[in-house]
């Protein structure tokens, strides 16, 4: 077995055994530079899968990361697009924070209200993209709901009753009790609510 060569003083290459040459001075294989600092960005703080807000409150999709050099913080959209400033409408800090701004229902806009978004963070030596963001905006607006009667029902009969909610609001709503006039209210249980069943009583 050969033993590597040792002195009080490291040399630039220790020679082993596999006849491997193994750098330990400034200079690298084949030449170059190597500084054991650089590290690739990671994670500290990731967004989120899910964000629903409304559009008198906005957004706020936070996100940091460490390496070094420190990573540069970049929001792209799902098919790989730059996320960047929308005048009066997304904002990305400094700090790497995407601001999805407060703005009236005519400034809705698809491609930013309802989207996808992935938080880049980026150094010399290599990027990370973070989950995917599900962004959904919902623009505050009046709404009525109503009272359907399913099947025929007469007196003496058992009636079943539907809460009609508009279906642009269907997902953010849910019915949680009935009120039988003048005061007195009824939780039930079927379907989450929507439906309530009752006997129906025959006055002479």
């Not at 697009?81 to 009236?104: M, Q, S």
Request: glycine fraction near 8%; hydrophobic fraction near 40%; proline fraction near 7%.
């Amino acid at each position: 077995m050969k033993v590597p060569y040792v002195t009080s003083q490291p040399p630039d290459l220790l020679c082993t055994d596999h006849n491997l040459w193994l750098a330990l001075g400034a200079q690298g294989l084949g030449g170059g530079g190597f500084d054991a600092h650089l590290r690739g960005p990671s994670f500290l703080i990731e967004p989120a899968s899910r964000v629903e807000f409304s559009n008198s409150s906005g957004a706020w999709l936070d996100c940091a990361a460490t390496g070094s050099p420190p990573p540069n913080i970049d929001w792209s959209t799902a098919d790989g697009l730059p996320a960047g400033d929308v005048p009066e409408v997304r904002k990305l800090l400094k700090n790497g924070t995407l601001v999805l701004l407060p703005f009236p229902a005519a400034a809705y806009r698809q491609d930013v209200h309802s989207a996808t978004y992935r938080c880049v963070a980026s150094n010399s030596v290599g990027r990370v993209l973070s989950r995917d963001v599900q962004v959904r905006a919902v623009v505050a607006q009046a709404y009525k709901v109503e009272v359907e009667v399913i099947g025929a029902a007469s007196r003496g009969c058992t009636a079943v009753l539907r809460c009609v909610v508009p279906s642009f609001v269907r997902d953010l709503v849910k019915v949680v009790s009935w009120l039988q006039e003048p005061a007195f209210y009824i939780y039930p249980s079927l379907q989450g609510g929507e439906l309530l069943k009752f006997s129906c009583i025959q006055y002479e």
